[in-house]
């Protein structure tokens, strides 16, 4: 049996969410409320980004030198190389900004396949969601059909989140490393979930198969 891990990138991969970062630190008032549409559904995240993006007050330098400062989980390099060595597959599914991971990855020199939205800047910025589910038209990238489309028949499906984005491709994994949102949503629905502080947890089960 083979095993293939997805992960999430924001606040999984990464020690912040770099949305959340960005929104933080260039976003005029507005945003919470967006935001809060986007949790409850209401917009998708083509709408909440592209209508945040219109609250920004900052170029594509600013944005860079943002995400650059951004720090990765300390045994996530450690959890590559592991899974490399075991010959397992892995795959980084954001419903964050093809940007962000390019620009942490790149700090970090790690090479690993993703799958997020486009972030475009022209004149301010916009995203493009070329990974959409149009039969739900909520998340810009559908972490669920990713899943399906990239598993092998037969393989042992490992599924590693925190957030809202992840609550409904968790459900399709064999196992799950969850924190947070993605914890929490596990718990009070019956779902089964392990707790991770950091990808050491994980390299410690996997150590166990």
């Not at 020690?15 to 935001?35: H, L, Q, R």
């Amino acid at each position: 049996m083979s095993i293939v891990i997805f992960i999430d990138f924001d606040g999984t991969i990464t020690k912040k969410d770099t949305c959340a970062a960005m929104v933080e630190a260039f976003a005029d008032s507005g945003w919470e409320e967006i935001n809060a549409k986007w949790e409850r559904k209401e917009i998708s995240t083509e709408e909440c980004a592209n209508m945040t993006f219109k609250l920004f007050r900052a170029g594509l330098s600013e944005v860079k030198k943002l995400i650059e400062t951004m720090e990765i989980d300390d045994y996530f390099k450690d959890f590559l190389s592991y899974c490399r060595d075991k010959g397992y597959q892995v795959y980084v599914l954001s419903d964050g900004y093809d940007f962000c991971l390019e620009t942490v990855f790149k700090k970090y020199k790690i090479e690993v396949p993703y799958f997020a939205n486009r972030m475009i800047y022209k004149q301010g910025f916009e995203i493009k969601c070329l990974n959409a589910n149009p039969d739900c038209g909520i998340c810009g990238t559908c972490k669920t059909k990713l899943m399906e489309r990239l598993k092998g028949e037969g393989d042992l499906v490992i599924y590693v989140g925190d957030g809202y984005s992840d609550t409904c491709p968790a459900m399709k994994a064999d196992i799950i490393f969850a924190r947070s949102t993605l914890y929490k949503y596990c718990r009070e629905n019956g779902v089964s979930a392990r707790y991770f502080a950091s990808f050491d947890d994980i390299i410690s089960f996997l150590q166990t198969r």
